[in-house]
């Protein structure tokens, strides 16, 4: 494509003509900004000041960005005659939201030279795959910045307590000094009775890892720590919220705030009037670290719509940096990184998706195994209809509510 947009006074382009007694101009677009063209939209979006802005598609639009987006161009292409009210349009609110600008060729001849914000790095898999897993054996640890372990579950045909295997379960987490975790989640059905408890606890401890201890609000009364009292800054308490009352708040309260200084709240809802009600109780009792996080019952979808869903309004108002767009690209943030291993021993790195291995799978394997055959690490938003939207690489990349309500996404943008 020719670096030349011609612009007579007709809402054609006419790409023959050149008028040299008419000015030339360079119009260029900064390296922060991108642009997207997708059935009737085109967005431009700057990555530096978040602002962003919607053309409608037509001759002279498409014309324009299309020129831009040829990497031959290098975000610059030549304007001449700007009578043109599409033209106009175009340059005055690419100026107005700083994503470029008009250079008149009078004072700079040469033409500027912007790099486009493309994305030079993709996850080689092929290669990957070629040289089998040696290639990844000595990098697996970094790969790895999360782990959570669920401790113990209830069999359900004889009611007692399945516990995870301590020693196949500390056999991969030696790995764990040298790898970019800096916390591990800790979850189970009674997490102080877990057979090892003490034992995962000072291993920890003396490996300088930081855990976060999850922990229903009903079980609160039961939970107990050995007295390492040194090692207590290093834990985060979460307290998973169902129907709390303010006395089941009091009562976590009492027990925990002595001991530990981070203590977060994690609070599930389904209806509205949920909301209403612990959000009450949270501002009564002055707390300030919590969440609000949706469960989707089958039976509650208006709710989800309402309070989760991205409106056309929220995606306008999408804030994310160059470096996050280019990540939605290759990966998914919500899950790369990140390692789940039940009390059964099993490995999921999603855990809505098919577990990768087992705990006796060391981490190299496992790693190596989600990088070419999983779903959740490199699950992005390349399928419909994500793929058809200008707003595909600034939504956030999905998550297990998509799965678990089985749409692939959770907006309102609807393509006519």
């Known amino acids: 494509m020719s670096d030349k947009i011609i612009s007579p006074k007709k809402d054609t382009i006419n790409t023959s003509v050149i008028n040299l007694e008419q000015a030339r101009y360079w119009f260029i677009l900064y390296k922060d900004t991108f642009v997207w063209i997708k059935n009737k939209d085109i967005l431009v979006y700057n990555s530096k000041n978040c602002k962003s802005d919607l053309f409608k598609i037509n001759d002279i639009t498409t014309k324009v960005f299309e020129a831009f987006q040829d990497i031959h161009n290098l975000y610059c292409i030549e304007l001449i005659d700007l009578e043109n009210s599409i033209v106009q349009d175009i340059i005055s609110r690419i100026e107005r939201m700083d994503a470029g600008r008009l250079i008149c060729q009078e004072k700079e001849s040469l033409k500027p030279i912007v790099l486009p914000p493309i994305l030079n790095f993709q996850p080689n898999l092929e290669v990957i795959e070629n040289n089998e897993y040696s290639i990844i054996k ?36 030696s790995i764990l000094p040298y790898s970019s975790v800096s916390n591990v989640n800790l979850y189970a059905k009674s997490i102080t009775k877990y057979v090892y408890w003490e034992e995962i606890l000072e291993f920890f401890a003396n490996n300088n890892i930081e855990i976060s201890i999850n922990l229903r609000l009903k079980e609160i009364e039961d939970f107990h720590l050995m007295e390492n009292n040194s090692f207590f800054n290093a834990i985060t308490i979460n307290i998973e919220v169902e129907n709390g009352t303010e006395k089941d708040y009091r009562i976590a309260l009492s027990k925990l705030k002595d001991k530990f200084q981070k203590i977060n709240w994690r609070i599930f809802i389904s209806e509205e009037q949920e909301y209403r009600q612990q959000e009450e109780i949270i501002k009564l009792l002055e707390q300030e670290t919590y969440e609000f996080i949706p469960v989707f019952t089958g039976k509650n979808i208006a709710f989800f719509k309402e309070n989760v869903y991205l409106t056309n309004n929220d995606l306008k108002d999408i804030e994310i940096s160059r470096k996050d767009i280019f990540m939605n690209q290759v990966l998914n943030s919500n899950y790369f990184g990140k390692l789940t291993i039940m009390s059964n021993g099993k490995v999921y790195a999603g855990t809505q998706m098919p577990a990768i291995g087992t705990i006796n799978d060391s981490v190299q394997e496992l790693v190596y195994k989600e990088l070419t055959q999983g779903k959740s690490w490199l699950r992005i938003r390349d399928m419909e209809p994500c793929c058809d939207c200008v707003y595909q690489w600034l939504c956030p990349p999905p998550s297990d509510y998509e799965l678990i309500i089985g749409s692939p996404n959770l907006c309102d943008k609807i393509f006519t």
């Open 138 to 173: 000595g990098k697996a640890a970094h790969y790895l910045n999360e782990i959570t372990l669920y401790l113990n579950k209830e069999d359900k045909l004889t009611r007692q307590l399945v516990h995870l295997d301590y020693t196949k379960l500390k056999e991969n987490l």
